[in-house]
């Protein structure tokens, strides 16, 4: 797989392209992507497919905290995972946003000699959307390619979308969203010094550097498997405040204890596999309360590794 930073760059002959944030690579984004691997595949010409950073929705109504389910280099990998042959990471911003449609789609096919365009059943693109589907087959007669829509992808009587999995992760609910995922949600970050309260207590944790706009599940103690080294590890995560001991307002933190772990890994990077939510934050009137509850954390989640 190829992953580019902009259209200028790439140049390619027959392109099946499809359109989109694919924010989180969920099952309803397969199914478009496999869709077009398939048929691309099957006629020798490339898989493509064009998405954009920072998301346009952050562009047009501003930066907001806990929104990514993936970064730019993660849903590249996690598309090639799927067969695309490229990934095209286009800078959107306010010019980008007011191009019209016609005129986005031409660029589009002086790069990429398009063949097939596949969308949801529902896209729109350029200035004011006004490249809807009908638009855009008006186009395809024009231009010379033809345009497939995908129906949505349906769990629980609910269309499938990377909304959908944000609200799950905020209530912590990591079962549904790795349902709507195709795969348990992760998060990376490096492993920063913090305050040493976890190893004074008997129960060392890593503390990983989250970015700020990284989705995280909302604040509990979860069952997760730790990614490090190439090593997967049994893990029990935190995420939250730890009111047992800040009385004051901080930035929630996410921070695993390892177990059967005790190395120095400060300054590496951590992969963090949600499994289970074991339960809610909560604060404990002491360490050993506090320090209670952890083993039964540990306890509980050793089951659920064993199933």
Same mark, same amino acid.
């Given at each position: 797989?190829?992953?580019?930073?902009?259209?200028?760059?790439?140049?390619?002959?027959?392109?099946?392209?499809?359109?989109?944030?694919?924010?989180?690579?969920?099952?309803? /984004?397969?199914?478009?992507?496999?869709? =077009?691997? &398939?048929?691309?595949?099957?006629?020798?010409?490339? %898989?493509? #497919?064009?998405?954009?950073?920072?998301?346009?929705?952050? #562009?047009?109504?501003?930066?907001?905290?806990?929104?990514?389910?993936?970064?730019? @280099?993660? $849903?590249?990998?996690?598309?090639?995972?799927?067969?695309?042959?490229?990934?095209?990471?286009?800078?959107?911003?306010?010019?980008?946003?007011?191009? $019209?449609?016609?005129?986005?789609?031409?660029?589009?096919?002086?790069?990429?000699?398009?063949?097939?365009?596949?969308?949801?059943?529902?896209? &729109?693109?350029?200035?004011?959307?006004?490249?809807? #589907?009908?638009?855009?087959?008006?186009?395809?007669?024009?231009?010379?390619?033809?345009?497939?829509?995908?129906?949505?992808?349906?769990?629980?009587? @609910?269309?499938?979308?990377?909304?959908?999995?944000?609200?799950?992760?905020?209530?912590?609910?990591?079962?549904? &969203?790795? !349902?709507?995922?195709?795969r348990s949600y992760a998060l990376r970050?490096? =492993?920063?010094?913090?305050?040493?309260?976890?190893?004074?207590?008997?129960?060392?944790?890593?503390?990983?550097?989250? +970015?700020?706009?990284?989705?995280?599940?909302?604040?509990? =103690?979860?069952?997760?498997?730790?990614?490090?080294?190439? $090593?997967?590890?049994?893990?029990?995560?935190?995420?939250?405040?730890? +009111?047992?001991?800040?009385?004051?307002?901080?930035?929630?933190?996410?921070?695993? /204890?390892i177990l059967d772990f005790d190395e120095?890994?400060?300054?590496? @990077? =951590?992969?963090?596999?949600?499994?289970?939510?074991?339960?809610? !934050?909560?604060?404990?009137?002491? &360490?050993? %309360?506090?320090?209670?509850?952890?083993? $039964?954390?540990?306890?509980?989640?050793?089951?659920?590794?064993?199933?």
């Amino acid at each position: 797989m190829q992953h580019f930073y902009e259209l200028q760059g790439v140049k390619v002959q027959d392109a099946w392209l499809t359109i989109g944030s694919f924010d989180g690579v969920h099952r309803g /984004h397969q199914q478009i992507i496999q869709r =077009v691997t &398939a048929g691309a595949h099957a006629l020798g010409a490339p %898989a493509v #497919v064009l998405t954009f950073h920072p998301h346009p929705s952050v #562009v047009l109504r501003g930066p907001r905290k806990s929104f990514y389910l993936t970064t730019q @280099e993660e $849903k590249a990998a996690l598309l090639g995972d799927c067969g695309v042959d490229i990934v095209i990471t286009h800078p959107f911003n306010e010019q980008v946003a007011s191009i $019209k449609a016609r005129d986005f789609i031409n660029l589009l096919h002086d790069h990429l000699n398009i063949h097939q365009l596949l969308v949801g059943h529902d896209f &729109a693109l350029g200035h004011n959307r006004e490249g809807n #589907v009908t638009a855009l087959k008006d186009f395809g007669e024009e231009l010379g390619f033809t345009v497939e829509t995908i129906d949505a992808f349906l769990i629980g009587g @609910e269309v499938v979308s990377s909304s959908r999995i944000r609200r799950s992760l905020e209530v912590g609910q990591v079962d549904q &969203a790795a !349902e709507l995922l195709g795969r348990s949600y992760a998060l990376r970050g490096i =492993v920063e010094q913090g305050d040493g309260r976890g190893r004074s207590i008997g129960i060392p944790t890593a503390n990983l550097s989250i +970015p700020k706009e990284q989705a995280v599940p909302g604040a509990g =103690v979860y069952a997760v498997w730790a990614v490090l080294g190439g $090593k997967t590890y049994r893990a029990v995560s935190n995420v939250g405040v730890r +009111p047992t001991f800040e009385t004051g307002l901080v930035a929630p933190r996410v921070e695993a /204890h390892i177990l059967d772990f005790d190395e120095d890994i400060y300054g590496e @990077e =951590v992969e963090l596999i949600f499994l289970a939510h074991l339960r809610g !934050e909560q604060r404990f009137l002491d &360490a050993d %309360a506090l320090v209670a509850q952890i083993n $039964k954390d540990i306890i509980q989640a050793r089951e659920i590794f064993a199933r």
